[in-house]
């Protein structure tokens, strides 16, 4: 059963506080793809210039992450992004975005991608999200992701795609400026009265809360004090978390709990290193052995 | 097995985006004392002015908290607080400080309060901490707050008391200051380095962190969406856990994370009223009944 993600495959620079790390695999549908892989099979896509390195495409297919929806553009220049991380390793700031061939995305999805039934768009503008939509019409679950900038300037379009969610994850400042409320668990059921059946509050170090039917909870991050990068942690958790939903072919109450905590885990990996080189070093059992301890630190 | 406080009483005045309340009943060891009052009796030490509404002592008093050791100074007046909450709930700034009579405190136990077991030395200056302690020879488990005035100002008398205590409960902003370190999981460690055998970080709506002997652990806070007043919900947290602790008369690894859980309940009822209110309205049942709402949050 496999996994469809669309969204931004780039090249990251990253400043943190310890290092500076040049041309980094990075972009919201790879980190998303990598932490799936370990669940279940995924079928990316995205769009990067020609300057893209072979060895990253090897590397995802290693994996089983299917990129025949890749598109190269001849000429292009592949999604840069630059940014510098605050000593409390939380908040950033984004130094340089060059959409460069991502900036004029039209992601056509191949005809083997078509009849996915698990889908996850990762943050893009809105109304590219929809499209894609229409290009599954056997899509059983669909999950998003968005970030501030749709929310201010394409607010039309992202209203729409809300209400042909099942799902949104997005953090706990854009959950606020989505719905104007300060309260995180007021933000979380408003964000769900636009339109999405669950929602997701991602909180950076502080863990994610879910907002579905008949239940609201919280989860907390997994302690860590290696923090090398946060970059991508949020994809990486939703990768986590659809990846298996997609393995267990079900998303009632149950598994989408469990699914959110094998999210957690694998963000608290991705933190370790820079870009994706720690999901690179671990294999499941790393993921289990970290998930049976998390199941014991929240057990009382 | 009665559980002694020595700590702060106060009036409070407290400004929320919603609303302003005058004459609130406040102070560290108040909110403490009420919500350990659910678990054990209490044995308060502390001082007043003689503008203390005699009301108050009534409602301790038949809380099962003894006020026997709340010294009321003649012509003296209450310690009073004014602060205003920010619009997140979660920062404040303090508009007014009047410390009264709580500037000359220096605690005297009465005779029958010596033979404490279960010690919490609510936030005050250090010294004068230490000073509780030996007049407590008894005492099994002490437990401390503190805060950022008196690591600024005080930090040897500090530096003195944390090789005498057990634990000791801080908030994140706190625990970054004392340490130098900006990551909470590495700031837990290198205070429980500096003399505390465990120590709890607070992280207001984010809930709390443990670092024991063995292990460390993060608890989300209960998710309400009806913050009131979040005026002595840390001090609330430390009287449940406390409270819990007495009760089992016990604090191994065990009944430690239990009590954790039973601090961040009730301190999720605190919140939702101005003052001491929504805790006056409560049951031990309510909050058992939250508590397995709790736990049932945090399995899956």
Chains 1, 2 share one sequence.
Not at 28 to 34: G, K
Not at 127 to 147: F, H, I, N, Y
Not at 236 to 247: H, S
Not at 268 to 276: D, P
């Amino acid at each position: 059963m496999p996994l469809l993600v669309v969204g931004s495959v780039a090249i990251d620079n990253v400043q943190t506080p310890v290092e500076r790390r040049d041309n980094v695999l990075g972009g919201s549908a790879t980190h998303f793809s990598i932490a799936a892989s370990f669940f279940t099979g995924v079928r990316l896509v995205g769009v990067v210039g020609d300057d893209w390195p072979e060895q990253h495409t090897r590397l995802l297919n290693g994996r089983g992450i299917d990129t025949s929806g890749l598109q190269i553009v001849p000429g292009g220049k592949t999604f840069t992004w630059t940014g510098r991380y605050e000593p409390n390793m939380n908040d950033r700031e984004t130094l340089d975005v060059q959409l460069n061939v991502f900036g004029e995305f039209d992601p056509k999805l191949p005809e083997s991608y078509r009849q996915a039934k698990y889908v996850f768009l990762a943050n893009g503008v809105p109304a590219v999200q929809s499209k894609v939509l229409e290009q599954v019409p056997g899509r059983r679950l669909v999950v998003a992701d968005t970030m501030d900038l749709w929310i201010n300037i394409m607010r039309d379009d992202l209203d729409a795609l809300l209400k042909n969610l099942d799902g949104l994850v997005l953090n706990d400042s854009e959950a606020k400026l989505l719905t104007g409320t300060e309260n995180l668990v007021a933000a979380g059921r408003a964000v769900q009265r636009m339109g999405p059946k669950f929602v997701v509050i991602k909180k950076g170090e502080h863990g994610a809360m879910f907002f579905g039917e008949h239940e609201t909870y919280v989860m907390p991050a997994y302690p860590t004090d290696r923090v090398v990068d946060p970059t991508g942690a949020g994809d990486t958790f939703a990768g986590g978390m659809m990846g298996y939903l997609t393995e267990q072919d079900s998303f009632d109450a149950e598994t989408l709990k469990t699914a959110m905590a094998y999210g957690i885990v694998a963000a608290s990996f991705n933190v370790e290193g820079f870009g994706t080189e720690r999901m690179q070093q671990i294999s499941r059992e790393d993921i289990e052995k970290r998930m049976s301890e998390y199941r014991k630190m929240l057990s009382f």
